[in-house]
């Protein structure tokens, strides 16, 4: 048997705009505070007033050849987790999560239901690792693509994957038409 780690994110923590190199969100729609996005402030948008969604934890167990991986966010007082199991290989463990972070976010914000996983890549941007994760919005007979991305810190890829899918959700989620 072998375990990833489980990464709370304190709820306490400033928000990451206060992190240099790092910004919260401003959109509307599914608004993160624990993710990289291109954003303008911490607070929030003060037009919507709705809370945002935070991930809170991200678990990769794994025994055997197979691996379990659990996503938990939270949106004030409601929580979603979701848990999916499959085959363990880095780039299969990378779109499970993807796809588990999708599916938790869909619990809380119902507009990410029309979104699906397309492809998870980690590569170099500079000297820092980053993840990035492209998404493809299906609705009304069209097909859009749009990209997360979130660089790899120390609590590791797997977080880094979810935080992306949070990422590319933020941008679009709510402004699809």
Known sequence: MWFGTVHPVSLDAPPLASVPGRAASTMPGIRGEDHVAASQSPAGSAASGAPRVILHAVGVVGVGSRCTVSVEMRRADDQAVAVAESVFAPAVARRLIAETALRALTSLEPA??????????????????????????????????????????????????????????????????
Do not use: M
């Open 112 to 177: 990410a239901e029309e979104v699906a996983v397309d492809a998870v890549n980690v590569g170099l941007v500079g000297a820092q690792p980053v993840v990035t994760v492209t998404l493809i919005h299906a609705a009304r007979q069209r097909e859009e693509a749009f990209v997360g991305a979130a660089i790899v810190g120390p609590s590791g890829e797997y977080e880094a994957v979810a935080r992306a899918v949070l990422d590319g959700t933020n941008r679009r989620v709510g402004y699809i038409d």
